[in-house]
């Protein structure tokens, strides 16, 4: 029935209601607006589409990842990419390996996510319609490289930074420009039935926050990480998202 559909939606879309307070959900019958079929271009009984600024996006599925995409297509008004670094031994986009993205990058593109390359060497700037910066497994940054990331961030860029555990050059002042400090040696862990120590298990410490809703029991497992210590810089916020229970320790010295 309708009430029933409109509480399923309701319920779909409850964790967006609760993080956007500007955010609205309406239920319009098309007798009563029949402009609306034209205007956005609907053509089934019951329908959903996000509104924005003038802007639409009409949902053809209703899942996560389509709420996901289409709210990103809003927001920015011109395509939005998601930027990897390359050029400092980087985990690679095309690399099939274990160590590699080419499935990660094959899940994006799955998502309509447009993905490029990026190599500061040869192109020392930031393009604009980067709406995420990956750096993965950088091990080397000259400071020209490492001004750029400067910039970027301080004008509001968006950066997932990945860093293997041991000492990378010039990554340090990113770090610091953050104010997250990676603690030297690596980290251990002791839990029932895990054999190796240095395999580390996260577990989510923040089940309210939109990124981890509906994650309960969620974990990741780590084959080797480093602490982090964080202090926060003015105009920074640090939230922990996924962390170690207290069966984990640092060790400086590993024989």
């Known amino acids: 029935s309708d009430v029933e559909l409109k509480q399923q939606l309701r319920r779909f879309f ?15 019958h098309h007798a009563q607006d029949p402009q609306l ?8 009984l019951h ?4 509104v924005y600024r003038g802007r639409h996006q009409r949902l ?15 927001l920015h008004e ?14 690679n986009l095309h690399d099939l390996g274990p160590k590699g993205l080419s499935s990660v990058a094959d899940e994006l593109r799955r998502r309509h996510v447009n993905l490029q390359s990026l190599n500061l060497l040869s192109t020392p700037m930031i393009p604009r319609n980067t709406g995420l910066l990956v750096v993965a497994g950088a091990r080397a940054l000259d400071k020209n490289e490492v001004a750029v990331l400067h910039a970027y961030l301080a004008q509001g860029g968006n950066l997932l930074w990945l860093h293997d555990p041991g000492f990378s050059r010039g990554l340090e002042h990113l770090s610091d420009f953050l104010g997250v400090e990676i603690l030297p040696g690596l980290l251990l862990q002791t839990r029932l039935g895990q054999e190796n120590p240095a395999v580390i298990t996260l577990t ?18 780590l084959p080797v990480a480093s602490a982090l210590r964080v202090t926060p810089r003015p105009g920074f916020q640090s939230e922990i998202l996924l962390g170690t229970d207290g069966s984990s320790w640092t060790e400086t010295e590993i024989s």
């Not at 964790?15 to 309406?26: A, I, P, T």
């Not at 079929?37 to 089934?44: F, P, S, V």
């Not at 939005?80 to 400092?88: A, Y």
């Open 60 to 74: 053809l599925r209703l899942d996560d990842a389509a709420v996901t995409h289409a709210l990103m297509q809003l």
């Open 204 to 221: 989510i410490k923040d089940q309210a926050h939109l990124v981890t809703q509906g994650l309960n029991n969620f974990s990741v497992q």
């Open 14 to 28: 409850a964790r967006w209601l609760g993080y956007k307070s500007n955010m609205n959900l309406e239920f319009i």
């Open 47 to 50: 329908e959903v589409v996000l």
């Open 37 to 44: 079929i034209e205007r956005y271009g609907l053509k089934g």
């Open 78 to 91: 011109r395509e939005s990419w998601v930027v990897f670094l390359e050029g400092h031994g980087e985990k």
